[in-house]
């Protein structure tokens, strides 16, 4: 063996040896990578979270607070969750005009009221009196004449 087949030879391993350790280190920084997307992944999920508990106690909040003042109104521009939140049986009342409350009648509960009654082909005005209604007779206030509009079939919840 000459010595330029010896140093080939030699360049040859350490090349190899060279791209051995790139190839290791490929390996080791995939593993981060997908370590830090895991992280990120988990955090995003808890901030999610926490966003959605810290809306919810918002508003309850709100609608304690507009509550005790004697204030509490049913509007159009209201989510359907902050409806139901008004009063418990708001969703009978919601369901008894076919918005939510079965499988071919739901509706998102961040959906606007009035985009959700819209949906269904109705007129609001029924729909939030009869809404109103009920929360006003839930604050003690006087009753009133007309009567609620209930679903002809029984929540199981």
Excluded at 7 to 33: P, Q, S, T, Y
Excluded at 73 to 88: N, R
Aim: proline fraction near 3%.
């Amino acid at each position: 063996m000459t010595i330029l087949t010896f140093a080939g030879f030699i360049l040859a391993l350490c090349g190899v040896f060279m791209a051995w350790r790139a190839h290791r280190k490929n390996a080791d920084l995939k593993e981060r990578i997908f370590e830090l997307n895991s992280k990120i992944y988990r955090v995003r999920r808890e901030m999610l979270e926490s966003q959605e508990k810290t809306q919810r106690e918002l508003t309850q909040l709100r609608f304690d607070l507009l509550k005790s003042q004697g204030r509490l109104k049913i509007t159009g521009d209201m989510t359907v969750e902050e409806v139901l939140i008004a009063h418990p049986q708001s969703q009978q009342i919601l369901a008894g005009f076919h918005i939510g409350g079965c499988s071919s009648c739901a509706v998102d509960s961040d959906q606007r009221l009035d985009l959700a009654v819209a949906s269904s082909g109705q007129p609001i005005e029924p729909v939030l009196a009869a809404l109103n209604s009920l929360v006003a007779n839930g604050q003690g206030d006087q009753e009133s004449t007309e009567p609620l509009k209930t679903p002809n079939v029984q929540l199981i919840i």
